[in-house]
């Protein structure tokens, strides 16, 4: 039989007929299916007429463009290929219904859940039509809020604070962290199912996590079932070892639980790898450690034990690390302990993956074993994703004693791929300008020491705290050596040139005793012409250095001083530690050449602990001595000039002895002392109320310390211009008591009293970097005090502080 | 980020009708060839790109897609232009062109090869597409050029096994050493490496101690390569060890070499 | 010294019982099975095998290890697959070799100085 076609187009009739295997029912029936399949289609009909099939199809008109109107948040070019129906292609309902649920579906991943999509046609002069989808997006649709449910131990606030995602509030225009994202959901699960772990509930477990969309409040609803179970304490602690010349015994000092703690899931764990490591060490290369956990519900107990047995004699046939598109081979296999032919030991290849985390060059690590040449054998594959490691930081900052700070660095911390760091940064700011370069190989000369040099170059304009200003440029080489996990050793040569001035000009009068500045200085009044009574302003009234200052800015000071510094350092993160301690011991010693001779030597210790949540408390001591040698008196620029760094509430350079014989204001008159001591005792905590992403934490604070021995010169004849050995000059005073002669001496007032301060401040972990604000009011200073009618300034204080900015 | 982006002060895009009009194949092509000319790879591509799609199952789209390969090639896209080449030989196994497309491919993988250093994935792909081209199109006039480039690509996948040979030679560690050096005997042996290789077994076999298997390694790399810097090294090692090069002939390093 | 976990096992893990198994005209099977398979072999044909172990030290953590103690069980083997030698490589045996740093000259160049620095700004996030 003979098949007509009627209403084809585009699509020509032979086409058409060869979906019609042949004239029975059935084949007829598949070939309509087959046509309405191909989508080019809006309607087919089948009759039969006089003997004759006669097929009525109607065309579906083609589409001539696909456009979006509304979208703001996606732009239409992301959106085209996400549509199936495509321009020239042919219109068909059914494919544009998809597509409405498909852009739905995007908007509802970038976080606008709420917006509406319609779609409508126009029709065009060509016969063709264009297909035009109409969005309303809508307000953000995050996720509203996130409830727990059967958390008696912990409070849900405390819970949520654990978790990446975030509930909306007013901070939503800025954040992306409270959109509905179920990967990152299930990654705040493992969070918290390792927190619960930590702290003793073995049996915790996730029963329930749903995420439901509110159409009335715009947003998800999430909502997390828990069955936190008893929190269990170890009952007792035993190490079993099926290998036979291993003592148990000697094992157990690896473990780091004993009988009464907490459980905790981490600690655990550390144990076995330090069992592990033991058990290696003694040559069972294979072996490891196995935890099992035999709980008592009713006493909520568990008894822990760690069985050791023998592995699996299994030896790694290969490395092959890939991905490292910019790491180069040997930086990523040097941090490996061991090494291909050598046992596998998963121990020593998780630290390896630590160690390889740590390094900061890469987006991803991920170890995995296949299968070697022989059943004996397996091949180590080290996946990783470099990640860009340069860095390009501009700054703003302000502190009170450099005044508004700005500073642009470069630095490469994976430079070449060789693991090297560099940086280059310039500091510009209303008191300080400077350069500096550093440069450091982690590995030098194949050893696990780094070694590297700083080059800098730094002007310090003078301020209300210190009367000079100063040039210095040098370099220093380093070298970072670890003796074991904990304790590593640093050694150092620095050489450099420093060179202090005194402005004399019109608005900096501070040397116009010696050389008078006419139209400026009032005078020169001396012994021999006193000023008229009542006078107010003389030459030292205006402001004048200090003699012992003027003595340092004769010459200029070349300082070649070796020196080594000892740390010892557990913190648990060095940004913002919780827990841990850090304690470093510096020495240095000037005199290898150069005109400096003095041996400086610093100590630190700083102890954080947890006291309960998220409250950590700190304790830090710090101590410092410097004494000449050689005949040669540490002078003004030798000692220690400590302010805020010491005791917080007082202004730099405020504490410590001060050349007093000027009677007059003693602010920038700071000599610095040769001895010093610290402690400091503080509490940071969150400030409740604050949702967490605005990263702002409190602290309240005690500081103690004091600062004593000037063992400098007391007699400055050069500095004057007077023949050496002069005695020592009476200051003159007027009858109102202002000075108007500089003697030739200084009246060092150098008190050993203790200062102290309470006070509080504020940390921003803000965009631009952390910002502190502390305040503090000392409560114990060296006053002000008149001696024989002669005014001696004491120490200066400065309550508030602040200072932020600057690259981490 | 996505703070910028939130507040975009446009509001939605807005449509107007625009007629699109249907321009013949040729036209396009031609449009196509005018931008390569004027060396604009992305617009050529892209208009390549038009020709595939809107005339499918037809010789164009089959010609646009070799022309697709070609400008990302030449616009140094080689990721793009690699994809393309692919596509094509998958769909037309067996044209005229198919050997230029193998071709582009591999020089698409040939030219991101990095240094020894660093993964070597490219290097490997490159040698495998280039022994597809040799295989299937044998008087094809690419395979001169493939031969020779497939062997400088092997040549880099010798130089990274000697690299890391010569690491854990550094750190003592000889198994591993002898195991990567005899991988680059056994897999590389055509390359310039396999000299030094050669060479750096009688090292850590001198370090073991295991000394007719130095004395066997310098022989063969005397044997193979006489005037070899490598072998004088090796004679004045033996030398200095107070042995001199026999080759013992049942060591693999000689069977080895005389199988090649 | 310093409790520092310095002294690590590499290579093969060597215990006497089970090398002393291993007698003339056992076969290379039973080798296998006792001893696993070997660091490296030195045939193609598999007739010696040598099972390479080191005792390394390293007294401070930025130390290079130090060899302490390196052994190498060697067995041979005759045409049938035979053990037909075994020998043993100490410490004493290895020569001390400082090796050469000239190697065959590779591909691929140095990416300079500037164009590493820039190349990685460009692409900060």
């Given amino acids: 039989q003979q098949i007509v076609v009627q209403g084809s187009q585009r699509v020509d009739a032979e086409t058409i007929r060869s979906y019609f295997g042949g004239t029975d029912e059935g084949r007829i029936n598949q070939a309509v299916k087959d046509l309405y399949a191909t989508g080019l289609f809006a309607d087919v009909k089948v009759r039969r007429e006089g003997g004759r099939i006669v097929v009525a199809v109607v065309e579906n008109s083609i589409i001539n463009r696909v456009a979006f109107e509304g979208n703001s948040k996606i732009k239409s070019d992301s959106l085209i290929p996400e549509v199936q129906s495509k321009s020239r292609g042919a219109y068909n309902p059914a494919t544009v219904q998809a597509d409405i649920e498909r852009i739905k579906d995007l908007y509802r991943r970038a976080g606008r859940g709420a917006a509406t999509v319609s779609s409508r046609t126009v029709a065009l002069p060509n016969g063709r039509l264009d297909v035009v989808f109409t969005i309303a997006e809508g307000g953000k649709t995050g996720v509203r809020d996130i409830e727990f449910t059967g958390n008696h131990a912990y409070s849900s606030y405390r819970l949520r604070n654990l978790m990446q995602t975030t509930e909306m509030n007013w901070l939503s225009f800025f954040k992306n962290t409270d959109v509905y994202d179920p990967d990152k959901i299930s990654a705040d699960l493992e969070i918290i199912r390792r927190f619960y772990l930590k702290n003793g509930y073995a049996d915790f477990r996730i029963v329930s996590n749903d995420a439901r969309y509110d159409e009335a409040r715009e947003g998800w609803i999430i909502t997390i079932g828990v069955d936190e179970g008893a929190q269990y304490r170890v009952s007792s602690v035993n190490v079993e070892s099926r290998i036979a010349d291993i003592d148990p015994a000697v094992l157990r000092s690896n473990v780091r639980l004993k009988e009464g703690d907490v459980y905790n899931g981490d600690l655990v764990e550390k144990s076995v790898e330090g069992i592990t490591r033991e058990v290696a060490r003694k040559g069972y290369a294979f072996s490891s450690a196995r935890p099992r956990g035999d709980r008592n519900p009713a006493a909520q107990t568990i008894a822990l034990s760690f069985v050791v047995e023998e592995g699996p004699r299994v030896y790694i046939e290969r490395i092959v690390v890939k991905g490292n598109t910019r790491t180069r081979d040997y930086v990523i296999r040097r941090e490996f302990d061991i090494g291909e032919g050598d046992a596998y030991n998963r121990v020593l290849i998780e630290r390896a993956e630590r160690r390889l985390n740590n390094l900061g060059f890469f987006k991803k690590v991920r170890i995995t074993n296949e299968p070697g040449s022989s059943p004996d054998r397996v091949v180590v594959v080290v996946d990783v994703e470099d990640q860009p490691t340069g860095s390009f930081g501009i700054s703003g900052g302000y502190s009170t004693t450099d005044g508004v700070i700005g500073e642009v660095s470069v630095s490469e911390s994976n430079f070449q791929g060789r693991g090297q760091f560099v940086r280059v940064a310039t500091t510009l700011g209303q008191r300080t300008r400077g350069i500096d370069f550093s440069f450091t190989e982690p590995y030098f000369m194949g050893y696990r020491m780094s070694a590297g040099f700083d080059l800098f170059a730094k002007q310090t304009l003078n301020s209300v705290y210190s009367v000079y200003e100063s040039r210095t440029f040098g370099g220093a080489l380093r070298a970072g050596i670890p003796i074991t996990d904990e304790i590593s050793l640093g050694v150092r040569y620095s050489l450099y040139y420093t060179k202090i001035s005194i402005p004399n000009d019109i608005n900096r009068p501070y040397n116009d005793c010696v050389f008078p500045i006419p139209g400026i200085t009032p005078g020169p009044y001396n012994a021999g012409n006193p000023p008229p009574p009542g006078t107010v302003l003389t030459c030292v009234s205006n402001g004048e250095a200090s003699v012992a200052i003027k003595d340092a800015a004769l010459r200029a000071r070349t300082i070649s001083m070796p020196g080594y510094s000892l740390i010892y350092n557990t913190l648990d993160n060095a940004k913002n530690p919780t827990s841990g301690a850090y304690a470093e011991l510096r020495q240095d010693v000037a005199g290898l050449g150069g005109n400096a001779r003095f041996v400086k030597s610093t100590g630190e210790i700083r102890y954080y602990y947890p006291i309960f949540e998220d409250v950590v408390g700190f304790v830090k001591l710090q101590g410092g001595n410097l004494f000449g040698f050689g005949g040669n008196k540490p002078g003004v620029l030798d000692n220690f000039n400590l302010g805020p760094s010491l005791v917080r509430g007082f202004a730099p350079g405020g504490i410590g002895p001060r050349d007093v014989s000027s009677g007059l204001d003693n602010r920038s008159a700071g000599l610095g002392g040769t001895t010093y001591f610290g402690a400091t005792a503080e509490v940071q905590f969150p400030i409740y109320g604050l949702p967490k992403e605005v990263g702002m934490k409190g602290a309240l604070f005690v500081d103690a310390g004091t600062l004593y021995g000037y063992k400098g010169k007391t007699e400055f004849n050069q500095a004057l211009f007077l023949p050496p050995g002069t005695p020592c000059q009476p200051t003159l005073f007027t009858s109102t008591g202002v000075a108007y002669t500089q003697s030739n001496c200084i009246n060092v007032r150098d008190e050993h009293k203790i200062r102290a301060s309470v006070g509080a401040s504020i940390i921003w972990a803000s965009p631009l970097g952390p910002i502190r604000f502390d305040y503090a009011i000392p409560f114990s200073k060296v006053k002000d005090q008149y001696v024989g009618g002669v005014y001696q300034g004491g120490d200066v204080t400065q309550y508030f502080r602040f200072s932020g900015g600057g690259t981490f | 980020c996505s703070t910028i982006e939130s507040f975009n002060p446009f509001g939605g895009e807005k449509y107007e009708t625009k007629l699109l009009a249907d321009e013949p194949a040729e036209d396009i092509y031609d449009q196509g060839l005018v931008r390569l000319q004027k060396r604009d790879h992305d617009g050529a591509a892209k208009k390549f790109g038009e020709l595939e799609k809107q005339f499918p199952f037809s010789q164009w789209s089959r010609k646009g897609l070799i022309m697709i390969a070609y400008s990302n090639y030449e616009g140094q896209k080689y990721d793009e232009a690699l994809s393309a080449a692919k596509r094509y030989v998958g769909l037309y196994p067996s044209t005229p062109e198919t050997p230029y497309a193998y071709y582009l491919a591999g020089m698409s993988m040939y030219n991101q090869i990095p240094d020894i250093t660093r993964d070597q994935e490219r290097a490997e792909e490159a040698v495998k597409i280039f022994s597809q081209l040799i295989e299937k199109f044998p008087k094809s006039e690419y395979v001169e050029e493939a031969k020779y480039k497939m062997n400088v690509a092997r040549d880099q996948l010798a130089g990274k096994e000697m690299s890391v040979g010569r690491f854990y030679l550094g750190r003592k560690n000889y198994t591993a050493a002898i195991n990567r050096f005899r991988e680059v005997l056994g897999k590389y042996q055509t390359t310039r490496h396999a000299e030094e290789a050669l060479y750096r077994l009688t090292e850590a076999y001198l370090a073991l101690g295991i000394t007719n298997e130095a004395q066997t390694a310098a022989a063969v790399l005397g044997h193979n390569y006489p005037d070899g810097q490598w072998y004088k090294d090796a004679y004045t090692l033996l030398a200095g060890g107070g042995l001199s090069p026999a080759e013992s002939q049942g060591s693999w390093i000689s069977r080895l070499f005389r199988r090649a | ?125």
Avoid at chain 3, 107 to 121: H, I, P, Y
């Fill in chain 3, 1 to 125: 010294c310093m409790g520092y976990d310095g002294d690590v096992y590499r290579g093969y893990v060597i215990d006497d019982k089970t090398m002393s198994q291993i007698k003339m005209g056992s076969s290379a099977e039973q080798t296998l099975v006792v001893l696993g398979t070997p660091s490296t072999t030195s045939t193609v044909g598999g007739d010696a095998w040598y099972y390479i172990s080191q005792k390394t030290e390293r007294k401070l953590a930025f130390m290079q290890p130090t060899i302490t103690d390196q052994r190498i069980f060697a067995v041979y083997f005759d045409k049938n697959k035979k053990v037909q030698r075994i020998a043993n490589y100490g410490l004493e045996d290895g020569k001390v070799i400082n090796f050469l740093d000239r190697t065959t000259p590779t591909a691929g160049g140095e990416t300079s100085f500037l164009k590493n620095m820039m190349q990685n700004l460009l692409r900060f996030s």
